[in-house]
C-alpha cells in the first residue's frame, strides 16, 4: 500500500553549491514539473516540456556565493547519482516578478543520455490548479505531504527525498483570489525551500462533501512563518535582542504561479529559438485603446518588443467571449490593439500595462474618428 506514486519520488532534485573542500553543500530542494505542449506522439501520449522548478531565493542565495548551482538526479537503484552544474550566466531561467518562483528549462535528451532515472508532474494530470481545488473542494484540515531535503540531508550517494506530512492550514482567501499564495501546518525547515507539496488522498469524508482519492500535486514550500519575540531594555525601553522561532507555518506557492513562470519561459525560449520575422528591423507601437459606450476613445502609444507582441497576440488568442481583442498593421508601421468595453477590461489593462514600456502619449477620437493627441 502507497500514499504517494513512486515515480514521484524521482522528480525530486536536491539543490546545492560547492564547497572548498570540493564536496557539494545541498541547501535546497527542486522538482521537475512537465508542461503540456498541445501535441502528442505516434502513440496519442501528450508531449511535455520539461522544467526544474525550485524558488526565486533559492538561485539567488546559491548565485550569491558561487557561480555553479549543483543539481543531483539519480540513476537506476545501486548506481549513484549524477551531478549537473548550472551555470549563473543560464539563459534558460525565468524567475516570476511576485511570487518566489524560479523555473529552469530542462533538455530530457539530456537525462536520457545520462542514464538518469527520472520522473516529472504532469501539469495536465497529476497537479490541481486553484480551479480544480475548488471544484474537488479542497478545504482547510485536508492533508498534504512535504518532500524535500530538510536542513541538507539529502542522502550521501543519491538523493533520498524526505517525506513529511501536514495538513492545509489557510486556503479560502487563495482560493477566492485574496492572497496568492496559502499556508500549510507542517515541520518546515532551511532546505525544504523549493519542494512539492502533494495533496494526501482520502478514501472518507464527512456527509455532504466530496472525498479525494488522488495523490497530486498542489503547490511547492517557498517558506516558514517565523514567529518572534522582542527583548525590550528595561531602562531604555529600546529593541535588545529578537528570538525567532519555526511558527509551523509554511508559505506554499499554487500550481497556477508556477505555470505562469513557465509560461514566461517558454516564450523567452520561442522568441531565442525563432525570431518572428515581422518583428524584425521595424519600429513597432502597441496602441492600447479604450472605448468606452458613447464615449470618445482613449490610447495609450507604448514601444513593443517581439517578446511583447508575441505575448499580446497569445493573449488575443484566448480572448474571453466579453473580451474582443484585435490586431491592426498601420500603414505607418504600427499595430493596433483594440479593446472592446466589457467588465474585463480592468483586469486586462492590470495584466497588461506592466508589460509595457510607457513611452507616454494619450490618444483621443473625435465623433468623425479622428485621432488627437492628448
Known amino acids: 500500500m502507497a500514499f504517494i506514486p513512486p515515480h514521484f519520488l524521482n522528480t525530486v532534485v536536491a539543490l546545492g553549491l560547492p564547497s572548498q573542500d570540493g564536496k557539494i553543500q545541498y541547501t535546497a530542494t527542486g522538482f521537475l514539473y512537465g508542461s503540456p505542449t498541445g501535441a502528442t506522439d505516434e502513440s496519442g501520449n501528450m508531449r511535455y516540456h520539461i522544467f526544474l522548478v525550485t524558488n526565486r531565493h533559492v538561485f539567488k542565495d546559491i548565485f550569491k556565493n558561487s557561480d555553479t548551482l549543483c543539481a543531483r538526479f539519480n540513476k537506476p537503484m545501486n548506481t549513484g547519482a549524477h551531478v549537473y552544474s548550472i551555470q549563473k550566466e543560464e539563459s534558460s531561467l525565468a524567475v ?84 496568492r499564495t496559502f499556508l500549510i501546518d507542517s515541520s518546515i525547515f532551511p532546505g525544504n525551500s523549493g519542494g512539492p507539496i502533494l495533496l494526501k488522498p482520502e478514501i472518507s469524508s464527512i456527509r455532504g462533501t466530496k472525498p479525494n482519492s488522488q495523490c497530486v500535486l498542489i503547490g511547492m514550500i517557498s517558506s516558514y512563518l517565523p514567529y518572534q519575540e522582542v527583548a525590550v531594555s528595561e531602562q531604555t525601553g529600546r529593541r535588545r535582542m529578537v528570538f525567532e522561532e519555526n511558527s509551523g507555518l509554511g508559505v506554499v506557492v499554487p500550481i497556477d504561479l508556477i505555470q505562469e513562470t513557465v509560461d514566461i519561459l517558454v516564450r523567452k525560449l520561442e522568441l531565442g529559438e525563432s525570431a518572428d520575422s515581422d518583428t524584425q528591423g521595424a519600429d513597432w507601437e502597441v496602441l492600447l485603446i479604450r472605448q468606452p459606450a458613447g464615449k470618445g476613445c482613449s490610447m495609450t502609444r507604448v514601444p513593443v518588443n517581439p517578446e511583447l507582441l508575441r505575448w499580446a497576440r497569445e493573449r488575443a488568442g484566448r480572448a474571453q467571449e466579453d473580451l474582443a481583442l484585435r490586431f491592426k498593421k498601420l500603414p505607418d508601421e504600427r499595430i493596433r490593439l483594440n479593446i472592446a468595453e466589457s467588465r474585463t477590461l480592468s483586469a486586462l489593462r492590470d495584466a497588461l500595462l506592466p508589460r509595457l514600456m510607457l513611452a507616454g502619449g494619450c490618444w483621443t477620437r473625435t465623433a468623425k474618428g479622428k485621432w488627437n493627441h492628448c
Do not use: M, W
Not at 108 to 128: K, M, P, R, W
Open 96 to 179: 516570476h516578478s511576485d511570487v518566489d518562483v524560479a523555473v529552469l528549462g530542462i533538455d530530457h535528451n539530456v537525462l536520457d543520455s545520462s542514464g538518469i532515472e527520472y520522473s516529472c508532474f504532469a501539469g495536465d494530470t497529476q497537479a490541481f490548479r486553484l480551479e480544480q481545488a475548488l471544484t474537488k473542494e479542497i478545504s482547510e484540515g485536508d492533508g498534504v505531504f512535504v518532500l524535500g531535503f530538510p536542513l541538507g540531508q539529502a542522502g550521501d550517494e543519491r538523493n533520498y527525498v524526505i517525506v513529511r506530512h501536514g495538513i492545509i492550514a489557510r486556503i479560502q482567501d487563495c482560493l477566492k483570489g485574496d492572497a
